[in-house]
């Protein structure tokens, strides 16, 4: 499977853009991009998902880079309830077996 | 509440006790999955059910017995577990198909092995 890279942990400023990158430089053509966050004593959600387009909803923005290479997850506008494990996975749901794997993801602080 | 519904949410059981976790959902999916979640490490798969059938099995230990009766129900059988087995068990379920469906998980079940 693809792996991904992020950053152990980030810190915002509430009301302010958060930006957490992520690289999957060994990426396939057919692999989603996914990310999930975990708040404490919680369970992973759903945040948002693509594959070669930038995605919108009303949770988050994920610009995806014209070669796939890295991707970039986007709070417009950080708050204290955003501070979380955030997770990017790629995915491939037509190989058999392709379940969601998660890494360590990026720690994000929100600082009132 | 998220469509997952997990019990109990804490758990303290000794080491010779047998004691069962449950899952349920009614999101009309037919993929349910385990993962085990340990202090300060990534989550971990477990199980996976496609259809109530057992389709993964991630090198898991005997003592985690699992039960899927139906698509809406999973079950975790827990008996002569270790300290080291303590950590938030997660189910979450999926549709599954052609198209690149998410995960819906519970809120987890915290297990402490005395």
């Known amino acids: 499977d693809a792996k991904t890279t992020q950053p152990n942990s980030m810190e915002s400023n509430e009301e302010e853009p958060v930006h957490l990158p992520c690289n999957h430089s060994?990426?396939?053509?057919?692999?989603?991009i996914h990310w999930y966050r975990q708040l404490p004593s919680q369970g992973p959600e759903y945040v948002i998902h693509?594959?070669?387009s930038n995605v919108n909803n009303r949770m988050a923005s994920l610009a995806i880079a014209e070669d796939r290479k890295s991707s970039t997850l986007i709070l417009h506008r950080a708050t204290l309830r955003d501070a979380a494990v955030y997770y990017c996975i790629l995915r491939d749901v037509r190989r058999a077996g392709n379940q969601f794997y998660f890494g360590t993801g990026t720690s994000l602080t929100v600082i009132p | 509440e998220t469509g997952v519904t997990q019990t109990p949410r804490h758990l303290v059981m000794g080491m010779t006790n047998k004691k069962s976790l449950k899952c349920e959902q009614h999101?009309?999916?037919?993929?349910m999955y385990w993962y085990k979640q340990s202090a300060k490490k990534p989550l971990e798969l477990m199980f996976v059910?496609?259809?109530?059938?057992?389709?993964e099995n991630n090198s898991v230990p005997s003592r985690f017995s699992p039960e899927c009766p139906n698509s809406s129900h999973l079950f975790l059988h827990l008996h002569t577990l270790q300290p080291e087995d303590s950590a938030l068990y997660l189910c979450?379920?999926?549709?599954?198909?052609?198209?690149?469906?998410?995960?819906?998980f519970g809120s987890g079940t915290r297990l402490t092995v005395v």
């Open positions: 060994t990426i396939s053509g057919t692999d989603y």
């Open positions: 059910y496609n259809f109530k059938e057992q389709t």
């Open positions: 999101l009309g999916h037919n993929a």
């Open positions: 693509g594959l070669t």
């Open positions: 979450a379920s999926s549709a599954t198909g052609v198209a690149d469906y998410g995960y819906t």
